[in-house]
């Protein structure tokens, strides 16, 4: 019991403490979530307006904050540069597919690397979207691309070179028969998480079927939604810093 009063005090703190930015009416930005749990709100653009978009991140920054945003449409991307222009301190990564507001975000550098893993080319921009989000919070990334089951040895070889670098956690990729994750998952000693990718056609087309095939996999993974490669770099951020505003357990604790 005494191992768990120390967290439980934490999170008193942390729900009676302010803990949204609240912008225009419109937006309430949990301010608070980097301290709670080790990683910061990430800004999901899609289905926000261009001017909304643009006031949330006028906001942060009038108020000292860095961001991240995910998923811009090309109208927002357009609107974000204008506003970048005006002097919003924005630039695009990962191919436009996340922009960063220059500031804070409250993260401290990780200890330890993630592997990402890709099956196919097609699932590059995926990858690297996830790669964007996880350098900016301090990650390092090691990856290893167009390394499907259609050719093993490619895999093998990959593998041998990504286990040398002691990732603390694999972010795999893979659309069509969304394969690979569970054949990762039997070669390497970390985790795994693996990413439908909305790659393929016909029956079980546009991810249905890797999705599938990875929540019937026989090896342990850990699976998110399809194309869902934000939440997947956020669960491998946390796994990439350990125990990260959790107390130290008591001797006792651990030998019970």
Known sequence: ?????PRARSLARASSRPSEIRIGGYARLDHSRTRRVGIPEVILAEGKSAAHLAGIL????????G??????????????RRESRR??????????????LAGPLGVDRADAAVALVAAGTSDVPLAE??????????VRCVTAYDVGVAGLHRLL??????????????????????ALPTVVAGLVAAPVLGVPVSVGYG???RGEAALNAMLQSCAPIAVVNIDAAVPAALWAARVAHPRRGSPKRSSAARRN
């Open 87 to 100: 002097g919003l301190r924005l630039r695009a990564i990962a191919g436009g597919r996340v922009f960063r």
């Open 203 to 205: 029956r079980g087309g």
């Open 1 to 5: 019991m005494r191992a768990r009063r």
């Open 157 to 178: 070889r990959a593998l041998r070179v990504l286990e040398r670098r002691s990732p603390a956690a694999y972010i795999v990729f893979a659309g069509r028969e969304g």
């Open 67 to 80: 961001a991240l945003v995910s998923r811009p449409t090309l109208a927002q991307r357009r609107r974000l």
């Open 129 to 138: 979207e996830a790669r964007a989000i996880l350098v900016e919070l301090g």
């Open 58 to 65: 006028w906001g942060l920054q009038r108020r000292g904050h």
